[in-house]
Nanobody, 115 residues
Framework: QVQLVESGGGLVQAGESLRLSCAAS????????MGWYRQAPGKQREFVAR???????NYADSVNGRFTISRDNGKNTVYLQMNSLKPEDTAVYYC?????????WGQGTLVTVSS
């Protein structure tokens, strides 16, 4: 089993930056990719970014060029660097890890961007 713990959310102004962290523990060797999703009030959860075990990355069009996903294998941690934040980026951000046999979610961390 894999456990995920997110951190790094908070309140920032538009144009500022924030970095989210997701620490994984447990049976991490089987993870195929880890990613970030977000859910704004009244909206469905949506994909933000993911990084595969081989290092390949994917981004949603809405964040491409502003957000960067990376990982530190030694710390079993994935990061989401968010630059040029916009009010529409306000949401609860969830970390996700998937293998061929499971999908695990973190508890979420709130990001609020004021205009």
């Amino acid at each position: 089993q894999v456990q995920l713990v997110e951190s790094g959310g908070g309140l920032v102004q538009a144009g500022e930056s924030l970095r989210l962290s997701c620490a994984a523990s447990g049976s991490i060797s089987s993870i195929f990719y880890m990613g970030w999703y977000r859910q704004a009030p009244g909206k469905q959860r949506e994909f933000v970014a993911r990084i595969f075990s081989g290092g390949r990355t994917n981004y949603a069009d809405s964040v491409n060029g502003r957000f960067t996903i990376s990982r530190d294998n030694g710390k079993n941690t994935v990061y989401l660097q968010m630059n040029s934040l916009k009010p529409e980026d306000t949401a609860v951000y969830y970390c996700n890890a998937e293998s061929s046999s499971f999908a695990v979610w973190g508890q979420g961390t709130l990001v609020t961007v004021s205009s």
